[in-house]
């Protein structure tokens, strides 16, 4: 007999309703490999998104919406949470901006950067501004928004993202980073 079914009754020789093979609740919404991956990456356990409304807060405050895409971080949370299939191309896994503007509005402070930063580990894939960031640490020991911006470029026009270079430009203020003086010279 499959572990994954029940049957009511063992003893009954004759075919009836109680003998006929049932999923169980936990065959129904049984995390995949995947999502128990996820779920450990992120720290999280798959009970804790049984907790979302569905309110939806996460969608309205992400910056991806600011673009024109239509993204819903409880999607994601929701085919994670019943062990759906989630790729590479979901808008959300490709594009989050690691903001935490969605668990600033969500009633749960559910951590939806850290369970994309999750995905994208497994799926090993990094964003275009991900390998800018951790290349600047590399070089620089430090992050240098410049090199940052000058690195992630073909990435923000290809996203729609250049609209906002301005207000990035300012906050960043382009300078040479500063060398360090050792002690003793």
């Not at 009836?16 to 999923?23: D, G, K, M, Y």
């Not at 939806?56 to 819903?72: E, H, Q, R, W």
Request: charged share 20%; with cysteine; hydrophobic share 40%.
């Amino acid at each position: 007999m499959s572990s994954l079914y029940v049957q009511a009754s063992e003893t009954s020789e004759r075919p009836s309703e109680a003998n006929v093979l049932r999923p169980t609740v936990q065959d129904v919404v049984r995390p995949t490999d995947l999502s128990a991956r996820i779920f450990a990456l992120a720290d999280y356990q798959r009970a804790d998104f049984s907790v979302c409304l569905g309110c939806k807060i996460c969608a309205s405050v992400c910056t991806i919406n600011d673009l024109g895409v239509a993204a819903n971080p409880q999607d994601l949370l929701v085919r994670l949470f019943l062990g759906q299939s989630v790729h590479e191309d979901d808008v959300v896994v490709r594009n989050c901006m690691s903001c935490y503007r969605c668990t600033d509005a969500c009633p749960w402070k559910i951590r939806i950067p850290e369970v994309v930063r999750a995905f994208r580990e497994e799926l090993a894939m990094a964003s275009p501004f991900e390998k800018a960031f951790k290349g600047s640490i590399n070089i620089w020991g430090r992050v240098y928004e410049p090199y940052v911006i000058l690195r992630a470029i073909p990435f923000l026009l290809m996203q729609g993202y250049v609209k906002h270079l301005h207000k990035w430009v300012e906050y960043a203020g382009f300078h040479l980073p500063h060398k360090v003086k050792r002690g003793g010279s």
